[in-house]
């Protein structure tokens, strides 16, 4: 009888033990007691479709949350005629952050000459993925990506 008291009793502790941990949790205490936010990644993968000439369509495909602090970007040497710019925003659509980020669809070739020159081209490319990974506040609910030119503005919401 009292090993089925014992059993029950671990059973019951694994079930609360798993239940609880399995929380995430956005706030941690310092070494003073004050309730600090932890610092969350988030990553964003979004499929941008050129339509026609003046028509992208743009799909969140899937994006994560993690714990953890980004390292410092390093100077991003794409040089791109076009820039995309990621806004993140609350339930109310009030912008976060703001970030800028090389736009995808295109891309920048350096290509070889017969002579032996090496000349650089700006090609468009159809459909491409966008991979966005910023430190974000919790309380971030929608992405938006708005062009440099303004040519188009996608507002994703993020469940």
């Known amino acids: 009888m009292l090993r089925i008291v014992f059993l029950l009793y671990l059973i019951v502790a694994l ?89 995808p669809l295109y891309r920048s070739v350096e290509l070889f000459e017969p002579g032996g020159s090496i000349s650089r081209q700006e090609i468009e490319i159809e459909e491409t993925y966008l991979s966005i990974r910023v430190q974000a506040p919790v309380n971030v609910k929608y992405l938006n990506i708005v062009s440099k030119t303004g040519n188009y503005t996608y507002l994703l919401e993020l469940l």
């Open 15 to 103: 079930m609360i033990g798993c239940k609880s941990s399995s929380k995430q949790l956005t706030t941690q205490n310092d070494h003073t007691g004050n309730e600090v936010i932890k610092q969350q990644i988030l990553f964003v993968n979004v499929l941008l479709k050129k339509e026609t000439d003046a028509t992208v369509t743009a799909s969140l495909v899937n994006h994560k949350w993690r714990d953890g602090q980004l390292k410092l970007r390093p100077y991003n040497d794409q040089a791109s005629p076009e820039v995309l710019y990621i806004q993140l925003l609350d339930a109310n659509q009030k912008v976060l952050k703001e970030i800028e980020e090389p736009n």
